[in-house]
């Protein structure tokens, strides 16, 4: 399984980006799979989840971090088996090394050990 995360880059505060993740391997729709981020001496952290089919789940319900709701929106494209996290609103405080990562299983959790492949990050950088 391989995850290539793409759309970092660097924008003003107020902007906005979207980030893709492109899975090769593994089909997205039966698993969860999750944006998380690192800040420069921060630890990871979840940013948006969205769930996969499941037998307790239809699949495409999604989750968000407080910082982040209302301002990101995560969803996937089955025909092109790609994540997106599309950020609007962007802040100074939502830069950092974006990762996508996919769970075997379809719930989603915010825990890093659920997610056992990972993308290699993008970088997004907000200016003030």
């Known amino acids: 399984v391989q995850l290539q995360a793409s759309g970092g880059g660097t924008v003003q505060a107020g902007g906005s980006l979207r980030l893709s993740c492109a899975a090769s391997?593994?089909?997205?729709?039966?698993?969860?799979t999750a944006w998380f981020r690192q800040a420069p001496g921060k630890e990871r952290e979840f940013v948006a989840g969205i769930s996969g089919v499941g037998t307790h789940t239809a699949g495409g319900n999604t989750n968000y971090a407080d910082s982040v709701k209302g301002r990101f929106t995560i969803s996937r494209d089955d025909s092109k088996n790609t994540v997106y996290l599309q950020m609007n609103s962007l802040k100074a405080e939502d830069t950092a090394v974006y990762y996508c990562?996919?769970?075997?299983?379809?719930?989603?959790?915010?825990?890093?050990?659920?997610?056992?492949?990972w993308g290699q990050g993008t970088q997004v950088t907000v200016s003030s």
């Open positions: 990562a996919t769970s075997d299983f379809p719930i989603i959790t915010h825990g890093l050990p659920s997610y056992h492949y």
């Open positions: 391997g593994r089909t997205f729709s039966y698993y969860a």
